[in-house]
């Protein structure tokens, strides 16, 4: 097949990594610590399920119907009211419903982004917003992170020098693969940034209430006076993520235009998800669900912090994040991470290498991530202790 | 706001013409012919209700969890089985789970389509086609359709010229807006074309289950010996479109490379909504709702052909189409459709303007498309007695 036939942006779409490493996700023979998925066992399915039939009796037939694009109103109405809780006070017509939080970067890249244009992204950062980047043959500009999450002087400095870029996007709370959160001091920076600057700050949440020790700080949205943060969230971390239900709050004037890239994309969101939602939240039964899996993957964490403590060698290293689903822990030196995996894997483990998620590809070379949503205590304990081993004699 | 700020698609992406009339669409006070959505009320929700039920039971938590970016397999394996009941053999590799059938425009558009690109379309022609496209800054090339569809030799014509196209996007069976369905000898000459000149047909099939007289033609895909025809595929018109799903049918190597298209797009579709109609069709609930809607559909697009006859004067004219949802009629010559639209929706009654499907925008001027899906038979008839009214006293 004659590849120039394609687009141009084919050669960056690609990310050999990122599907060798799903393809790890299923097979049953392995104690995984690839996905970044949530624990199914927790999902409140005898609640969906209740309220799935009594939604069918409330809006019979409309229930399988199309929406509109921009998305349901009571959905949008919760939204606001969520919102509110965060101390941020935006309109119906500040909010997008997109088809999961993937999408709403999807769009904001059609949106912004003519090929070249420069897009600064934490370093590592999520493999899914670099990819949604990388679709638009944008310029992607890595800024290291580290234990206060995004180096904002690294940023400021490359700004100083003349850097244009379209937007920043990051992760603010427990982040995605570094396990970091922006400090407060830092989020006030940054914004000062947007501003001098004149670039968006895409603040993507999706950890964001998997808080397991403190209140996470403020969003940067919350405190941004000049409408140059648009604020991505989901319900697939700490609800459910099969219905593909996400949304987007920016300017009034921003969501419109994304509304109109919707459009052409996929017409609408599915109804029932965003209807089941909407009730669920109305209903508390959301609320009632971030309390229950906030103890529940604490739990984890801590498992997976003393398995790594008890099974890893002294010069491997990591922060203990606050929140979310990740460790990310630097090898000793001269152990590659791809090498490493090879390894562990004839040993039956599974974790992604450091270089999937580093603009840099060599640079996450010494870094694995190891995600704790997912497993079991025990398997978390064994699996650590396998890798462990493996380690060592390497 | 600098919309210099913005990506240069930007002016190609909006539509107001399509804003307008959607925003027609949920007024309860109008008559409206506007929408080319199906009619909710023959939805089988009782059926539905039963079969989620049942799911939940039978799997659990994991119908809330992410699916893979593929699609399932148990609804991948209906559609292998549904395509051979098409003459159409392929394999699950063969087929990529889409966020509705737009999603797969958008996909293939996004994978194909360099700015500049030129791309062959129906004039008139499915407006989400055309602006999935635009999205791209694609060229767009409208080929008449006349009572036959597209016309092929038109088409030939500019390709022997040395017009380069990337592909042909078209909807064969009972298209939108024209209602026409392509020939079986200009199947064959199309294919023998896209071979001769190197370009894929996009077969968009949403209405080929709506016919109301005959089998339908046989597809592109099934007489297709060169791996030519990417088939698109939904469950919108005929089942229900609530959920979005729909699919995508090509040669493995674009569905590979689909795939990872869609994962930096929206990672997955709705795993509820896939193993919902993949149960639908393995329990012939799809089957059954094909045989009921026919009669159903047939008898508005009867009643609204009467309506036409009774009510607009004779200088009208139009084709009955032999299924789908639309009738496009050709005003009294010096009547322009969106100054007879203003006058309609005085009277409440709405359409849409002609203008919005072709590529030449004023080219639809004297056009209008009417839609029998969603309205009841009495309401078909009293909308036309004034649409016929306000036609003749323009």
Redesign the interface.
């Known amino acids: ?1 004659d590849r120039g ?6 050669k960056r ?3 050999k990594e ?2 060798e490493f ?1 393809s790890l996700i ?1 097979r049953d023979d392995i104690i995984s610590f690839a996905g970044g ?2 624990d ?2 927790i ?1 409140p ?1 005898k609640e ?2 209740q309220l ?2 009594k939604l ?1 009796n409330i809006k ?10 921009d998305g349901k109103k009571n959905l949008k109405e919760y939204l606001v009211n969520y919102l509110k809780g965060q101390e941020i006070t935006v309109n119906e017509n500040q909010i997008l419903i997109t ?2 939080s ?2 709403g970067l ?1 769009l904001l890249a ?5 090929p070249g ?1 420069t897009v600064a992204v934490e370093d590592p950062g999520y493999v ?1 917003g670099i ?2 980047i ?3 043959e944008a310029r992607i500009m890595g800024i290291e992170v580290d234990e206060n999450g995004l180096r904002i002087d690294i940023l400021e400095k490359l700004l100083k020098e003349g850097e244009k870029i ?1 937007f920043l996007y990051l992760v603010p709370d427990y982040s995605n693969p570094s396990g970091m959160t922006l400090s407060l001091k830092r989020r006030y920076k940054l914004l000062k940034l947007a501003n001098r600057y004149n670039f968006y700050i895409i603040e993507d949440t999706p950890y964001r209430e998997l808080s397991f020790y403190n209140k996470p700080l403020p969003a940067l949205k919350s405190i941004d006076n000049n409408e140059k943060v648009i604020y991505l969230g989901s319900f ?1 971390k700490y609800f ?5 239900i996400g949304w987007i709050c920016g300017p009034e ?1 921003i969501i419109e ?1 994304l509304t ?2 919707k ?11 965003q209807e089941l939602i909407a009730y669920a939240g109305q209903e508390g039964i959301i609320q009632e669900q971030i309390k229950k899996i906030r103890p529940y993957y604490r739990q984890k964490l801590v498992k997976m912090e003393e398995g790594l403590t008890k099974y890893f060698p002294e010069c491997c290293s990591w922060k203990r994040p606050e929140g979310g689903f990740f460790f990310w822990v630097k090898l000793p030196t001269g152990i590659k991470s791809k090498k490493l995996l090879k390894q562990a894997i004839k040993n039956r483990v599974a974790f992604v290498t450091g270089n999937s998620f580093c603009s840099d590809y060599r640079r996450g070379d010494n870094y694995i991530r190891l995600s704790f949503s997912n497993n079991t205590l025990s398997e978390i304990d064994k699996g650590l202790s396998i890798l462990g081993k493996v380690i060592n004699n390497f």
């Open positions: 097949m036939f394609f687009a141009s942006r084919l779409m690609e990310n990122l599907s799903m299923g998925i949530p199914e066992k999902f399915v969906l399920k799935i039939n069918i019979g037939h409309s229930l399988f119907q199309y929406s509109s694009t088809t999961g993937q999408q999807d059609k949106l912004f982004l003519n244009d899914g990819g949604a990388n679709s638009y379209k697939s459910m993520p099969g219905f593909r004037k235009l109109t890239a459009q052409n994309t996929d017409l609408a969101s599915n109804t029932l998800g």
